[in-house]
T-cell receptor, first 115, second 111 residues
Framework: AQKITQTQPGMFVQEKEAVTLDCTYD???????LFWYKQPSSGEMIFLIY??????QNATEGRYSLNFQKARKSANLVISASQLGDSAMYFC????????????FGQGTELSVKP | NAGVTQTPKFRVLKTGQSMTLLCAQD?????MYWYRQDPGMGLRLIHY???????AKGEVPDGYNVSRLKKQNFLLGLESAAPSQTSVYFC??????????FGPGTRLTVT
């Protein structure tokens, strides 16, 4: 069965430094997509970045990049030059092909950026 | 362009009462979803719809019903609320299997 695991319940990072949030997944489907969402304390879910299983290059969106290691089934989020506004919960999610776009979410990592 | 909106934002119910949560999107998305989020957990899918007039069960469908009579609306119903349904409910929509856009959430408490 498909599963997403985020093993870091909480992380701290100093402002302006880079941080990596871990995500591993389990699926038997060769076609899938991986997403990262940010949930600030206000509660909304904000889409950050997407990686397709057949994409040759790691996805990047501004200060966000996805370190995709297919053989290890990992899809870590890297945030460069952390800002105070990056403090939030971060969720990794997976979508399998043919499942109506359904997302399976991990339990999340709470990131705190220190000034 | 309001994106995805949810009504109401907050609600308190007594055990056994019923209610309907409304989700509306103005992005002409085919796919819509209802999730719940409990403390310390990620989102879990309740029901979803891949088009007007179609619905399907997600991971935790028990105690909920849904309807998609219009493309832009997706309703989530609780026929007989239970304390276990205390949660934050999120609606989302997507253009097929692209990234999902989420509403602001509805905080529901069942006493």
């Amino acid at each position: 069965a498909q599963k997403i695991t985020q093993t870091q319940p909480g992380m701290f990072v100093q402002e302006k430094e880079a941080v990596t949030l871990d995500c591993t997944y389990d699926t038997s489907d060769p076609s899938y997509g991986l997403f990262w969402y940010k949930q600030p304390s206000s509660g909304e879910m904000i889409f950050l970045i997407y990686q397709g299983s057949y994409d040759q290059q790691n996805a990047t969106e501004g200060r966000y990049s996805l370190n995709f290691q297919k053989a290890r089934k990992s899809a870590n989020l890297v945030i460069s030059a952390s800002q105070l506004g990056d403090s939030a919960m971060y969720f990794c999610a997976m979508r399998e092909k043919g499942k109506g776009g359904k997302l399976i979410f991990g339990q999340g990592t709470e990131l705190s950026v220190k000034p | 362009n309001a994106g995805v909106t949810q009504t109401p934002k907050f609600r308190v119910l007594k055990t056994g009462q019923s209610m309907t949560l409304l989700c509306a999107q103005d992005m002409n998305h085919e796919y819509m979803y209802w999730y719940r989020q409990d403390p310390g957990m990620g989102l879990r899918l309740i029901h979803y719809s891949v088009g007007e007039g179609t619905t399907a069960k997600g991971e935790v469908p028990d105690g909920y019903n849904v309807s998609r009579l219009k493309k832009q609306n997706f309703l989530l119903g609780l026929e007989s609320a239970a304390p276990s349904q205390t949660s934050v409910y999120f609606c989302a929509s997507s253009y097929r299997t692209d990234e999902q856009y989420f509403g602001p959430g509805t905080r529901l408490t069942v006493t």
